[in-house]
């Protein structure tokens, strides 16, 4: 049995500062880019990840990449 898995979607999503919590723990919001290119390479995703941010009031967190993929039997 051979599984295969095909991406269907991916999204950039890069996490910024949003203010501080009563126990002073920092508060996130998350800003979600879609329809990322499928054949695009982690490494322009993480630049324009830190290009997006640069243009953002908050400081980012992190970047993150989302991918859903269905799992078909072949």
Do not use: C, F, H, P
Request: net charge negative; no cysteine.
């Amino acid at each position: 049995m051979t599984i295969n898995q095909n991406l269907l979607k991916r999204s950039l999503v890069i996490n910024v500062e949003d203010g501080v919590n009563a126990d002073g723990s920092t508060r996130t919001k998350s800003r979600t880019y879609s329809e990322i290119k499928e054949d695009s390479a982690v490494e322009s995703l993480y630049e324009a990840g830190n290009a997006l941010a640069g243009l953002m009031a908050n400081n980012m967190v992190n970047i993150m990449l989302n991918d859903r993929s269905e799992l078909v039997e072949e």
